[in-house]
């Protein structure tokens, strides 16, 4: 019986093997970089293409997501027209292109034309998936362009085409395309370039079918192509056909590829390395599944669980995954190499019942101690992870530096914290989105209401001047301020904590009707003022001088009073003392942006002016910003309010919700012209912030010793006639904070910008 105990264990321990792998085994192939996005709708995007500088190879690899399209947004290669439809780690695009078209009525050409395909040198033809192909009665197609010798840089031309001839498409037929309305070639090897030309012999005069004056040729996947006498009204209704690219990771060979370590892509220990019409690429081993070009990139399948066409082992046989490999065996009571498995002994079937209770029995042992195990590592991970987070985002600098502040207000808070406030992020507290990240509304166990704000990403590379800029902006004290409350670290990209205001944005009381109808002048330089004030602050008050950089007026919150609070310092930049301006990558939004700063790189304080001077005209004028909406010479507001001022037209452009009595005029041009040398061209002629709240200041002033004099005079004349003055209020309505969305403003922000 002894022999019979010990065949008992060997199946508990394969199954312990097989559980505890399944438990802590499990992984996740990669196939982007960490932060970038894994897909454009429902097309996967892997590395080496991306949709970022940072997220691709290089630049050939880029590809652009354009998400104007509804209902889902189309990916294209780089900047081209060319629309990627999928893209496989196995070397081919499926890509749509355009086909040529040549129609004729009474023998005479109506509409042609002659499309062409140019590719980079990562990028070819694939020649045995695609066929040039022409549809039609009295017709031949040419193809012509370039190709790659096989493994070299040398350029060739070639030229090919067919002909496809027949009275009517009904003496074709179907499935059958081979010349008689319908014929096909190939086209060679490597091929870079095609360019396609169609004609006719006799311009369709003698054809008989009447339905039948036109011709189509095309390089198609033939694999989605199949011939049919009614397959040309078909093609009247077809823009694009579908294409298979073969790419490319590098021009060389493997062999030259490997001499380079630093350059050679296959990147991952266990891929390997293919040489191709163009050059070469990388796939996983044998026995690993993932992206070969990221280290990592390609794990361990387990064949015992995903089997493919190859799977070797025998029907009764026990699978052992083994790193790249697997193993076959046959169970006790069975002969064989695992290939092929014999019972040898019928009589022990009872015994082998016995066997497998105990074996059940064990395994749901082990499922309960692989559970809890596994909920001990999850915990455990997760809070390595929360460590790593931290000190990546800069959060012992942030400690240390903290430690050494007096009287600093900033928090830093724990991410159970957040998630119990934000109800674990869920979507029904998100308040609004945008190009840097998510705002929620969250709830704090003080009971303060607060936004916390979810960025998409961060650049590694500065988290020291992220860390020195929160510390400056968590002590600046102004009424007119969103207050940065604290931040969280623990998670990938730093969370953001600020005080929740709760009546929308300035963009919203401007361009909504209703709200808009109760926002008078008053008001509106009210605003004005608290919004110079601020941006005086910071350029003037504030050590080091801070730069906004990205003034408009959904960044203008609005409390109850409507008093304004200015947000959104994502974009902003430090002033080191000894500087006036900073050379950066050009950020900030369309329509707002400083046209100077936008020529030179050179950001300055007076590039916030131009930006506020725009705000100050979208409180004139109740207009946005940009809007493509307008006709030509009226989409930028900027350009086209100084127009109508030079114009004197400034009383046709102003909001109709703005009172113009004799004396609102005079104010309302010494504001106009105050907005005008803001927007002036040159950063050098236009006023600074200070001298730009000290003159709104003064008209509000101004407007409110007028109101207060009108006020006596009501009164009085109440006395008079014995009658009551009549008190006039506001009713207000709490609004989301809703961030820009790209139908109002563009946001221009350009590689490694901040």
């Known amino acids: 019986m002894a022999p019979n105990y010990v065949m008992m264990m060997v199946v508990v321990v394969v199954n312990l093997m097989i559980f505890f792998s399944l438990c802590f085994g499990a992984t996740v192939n990669m196939v982007v970089k960490a932060g970038c996005s894994e897909s454009c709708g429902n097309i996967s995007v892997p590395f080496p293409f991306g949709m970022t500088q940072d997220c691709s190879l290089h630049r050939q690899f880029l590809v652009t997501c354009n998400y104007s399209f509804q209902p889902a947004p189309k990916l294209f290669l780089g ?3 060319i629309e990627i439809t999928k893209i496989s780690l196995t070397g081919q695009l499926s890509v749509l292109r355009l086909f040529s078209r040549d129609c004729y009525r009474d023998g005479i050409r109506t509409n042609s034309n002659s499309p062409w395909l140019t590719l980079s040198s990562l990028l070819s033809v694939n020649y045995t998936a695609n066929k040039f192909i022409a549809v039609g009665c009295d017709t031949y197609a040419i193809v012509r362009g370039h190709y790659r010798r096989h493994n070299s840089n040398i350029s060739e031309s070639y030229v090919t085409g067919c002909m496809s001839m027949c009275n009517s498409m009904d003496d074709g037929d179907n499935n059958l395309c081979s010349g008689v309305g319908c014929c096909k070639t190939s086209i060679p090897e490597g091929a870079w370039s095609a360019n396609i030309t169609l004609s006719s012999y006799n311009n369709y005069t003698y054809v008989t079918d009447n339905n039948t004056s036109c011709s189509y040729a095309f390089v198609v996947e033939e694999a989605t192509f199949n011939f049919s006498k009614n397959y040309l009204s078909r093609l009247h209704n077809k823009k694009k056909l579908p294409i298979v690219l073969d790419w490319s990771i590098g021009k060389e060979t493997c062999e030259v590829a490997k001499r380079n370590s630093t350059a050679y892509a296959c990147k991952s220990n266990n891929s390997d390395c293919h040489d ?32 493919k066409e190859d799977y070797r082992c025998a029907k009764d046989a026990i699978c052992t995954n083994t790193e790249g490999n697997y193993t076959c065996t046959c169970p006790p009571d069975f002969t064989g190499d695992g290939t092929e498995c014999h019972r040898d002994n019928p009589q022990r079937k009872i015994h082998n019942n016995v066997v497998t209770a105990v074996t059940v029995g064990v395994a749901l042992l082990v499922i309960i101690i692989c559970s809890w195990a596994y909920t001990g590592f999850q915990r455990k991970k997760i809070l390595m992870m929360k460590k790593k987070f931290f000190k990546e985002n800069g959060g012992l600098v942030l400690q240390q530096r903290l430690t050494g502040e007096e009287g600093n207000r900033i928090k830093i808070f724990t991410a159970e914290e957040l998630e119990m406030a934000t109800n674990d992020f869920d979507k029904d507290r998100v308040v609004g989105q945008g190009g840097f990240g998510t705002v929620y ?4 166990k003080d009971n303060r209401i607060v936004a916390i704000k979810k960025s998409k990403v961060i650049d590694r590379n500065q988290i020291e001047q992220f860390i020195n800029e929160v510390i400056v902006l968590s002590q600046i004290n102004h009424r007119n301020v969103v207050k940065l409350l604290g931040c969280c670290l623990e998670t990938e990209v730093p969370l953001l904590v600020y005080e929740f205001i709760n009546n929308g944005t300035l963009s919203e009381q401007l361009h909504d009707k209703v709200k808009a109808s109760t926002f008078s002048l008053d008001i509106r330089l009210r605003v004005a003022a608290e919004t110079a004030g601020v941006l005086s602050y910071l350029h003037s008050a504030a050590y080091p001088p801070i730069i906004h950089r990205d003034i408009k007026s959904v960044n203008i919150l609005m409390d109850k009073s409507y008093t304004a ?20 990558l050009v950020q900030g939004t369309l329509g707002y942006l400083d046209p100077e700063y ?25 207009r946005k910003a940009l809007c493509f909406e307008r006709p030509e010479k009226e989409r ?4 086209y309010f100084i127009s109508s001022v030079e114009k004197d037209n400034l009383f046709d452009i102003l909001d109709d919700n703005i009172v113009c009595d004799e004396r609102n005029r005079v104010q309302l041009k010494n504001v106009a012209k105050l907005a005008q040398r803001c927007l002036h061209v040159k950063g050098d002629a236009r006023p600074t912030m200070k001298e730009v709240a000290a003159e709104l200041e003064a008209e509000l002033r101004l407007k409110q010793s007028w109101a207060q004099t009108d006020q006596n005079s009501e009164e009085v004349e109440s006395l008079l006639q014995g009658t009551e003055s009549l008190e006039l209020g506001y009713k207000y309505s709490e609004h989301s904070i809703n961030i820009d969305s790209i139908a109002n403003h563009i946001n221009l922000t350009l590689p490694g910008a901040r």
């Not at 509304?441 to 704090?444: A, C, D, E, R, V």
């Not at 994502?570 to 950066?584: F, H, K, M, N, Y």
């Not at 950001?603 to 109740?622: A, H, I, N, P």
């Open 441 to 444: 509304k969250g709830y704090l």
């Open 565 to 584: 609070k200015v947000s959104d310092f994502g974009a902003s930049r430090l002033v080191p003392a000894d500087q006036t301006e900073i050379s950066t």
């Open 276 to 307: 191709n019409s163009i050059g070469y690429r990388c796939s996983c081993m044998q026995g690993y599944d993932g992206n070969p070009y990221l280290e990592d990139g390609c794990q361990d399948t387990d064949e015992c669980i995903d089997r």
């Open 598 to 622: 936008l020529q030179t790189n050179q950001l300055t304080e007076k590039s916030d002016v131009y930006s506020f001077g725009v705000v100050l005209v979208e409180l004139l004028t109740g």
């Open 636 to 639: 930028s507001l900027a350009q």
């Open 79 to 81: 900047n081209s027209t």
